[in-house]
């Protein structure tokens, strides 16, 4: 179903009756949500329609590389999936809302050579079997404009087979983009939006509330340490799937003594709380709270989700 949507949206590509080309410019370090977008124009509408269709050919190639295989987002999936999101998922919903905010207002007064952009979209409206009008997008992580900087390599072009230097901007969209979005969700083949739409920041965001919930359960002996692990490096990732059901039943005795021998996980003898000082049953307790651990029937171990991978308990 997700691929036959995929193939249905590039298809609407060809009933687009409008398109705005737009840069895109943020800093979410600085300014976290926050967007401006720069209309930017083809000179003929052929120019525009060709460009986007061989875009949306290579973007075809890659999903039918992956075996046509799309998974809900996780953080997590596998390299060779297609990423689906919602954009009113919490982990996007804000970020998507104000670039959406940013691309309706967009400034299409600045000079090309004083844009400073990090991300480029395709905004095009069509109408549907109803007749009401609708959106699509095709969004990427590259900044298209080259410009010629004081220390760059002077660019030449040539003219009835006469040189001369070039100042004025070039532009290279590239092969390809790294997202379609169509009926308000967000098919992306690579990571790269996670850049765009701030999702690190939702990804903390997220962590610190189930961690909060998590201290709330009173089976971890030194939650303040977990915490710090939780929050590091990639691991707030992993809380997008963090699985509330599994916390209830680890708060009672048998479920405890059954992670605890699955998992290798020890439990403190006085409080009779996991133990999690060591960053690997830190790691594996992670993995299970958050619905990514199962036992294999065809070998024995557990192994993490979904790509099965065996753990070491050791």
Known sequence: MSFSLIEEGLNKVQAVTAWDTLLIKYDHKTHPNEFTCYN???NTENLLKGTISDMCGTYLKTVQKFEKKVQEY?????????????TTNPIIKDSWTSLIQSINVSDDTTSLKDI????????????????????????ARKNPIITFKKDRTHIFTSQHNTITETTNPLVQFGKGFDALIYKSKIYMINSNCEGILNMEYSHKKICQKSLDLLEQSNIINDIESYRQFATSGQTPKKFITYDSAIV????????????????????NPATKKFDLHDVNHARIFTLAICGKTKLNM???????VPSSTPLSLA
């Open 40 to 42: 930017i124009n083809f």
């Open 74 to 86: 996780t953080g997590f999936n596998p390299k060779n999936v297609v990423d689906k999101l919602s």
């Open 116 to 139: 400073k952009a990090s991300a480029f979209i395709f905004a095009g409206t069509y109408k549907d079997e109803q007749n009401v009008v609708q959106n699509l997008y095709l969004l």
């Open 248 to 267: 209830e039943k680890l708060k009672l005795t048998k479920w405890q003594k059954q992670l605890s021998s699955d998992l290798k996980i020890p439990i």
């Open 298 to 304: 065809f070998s024995d171990g557990v192994c993490e």
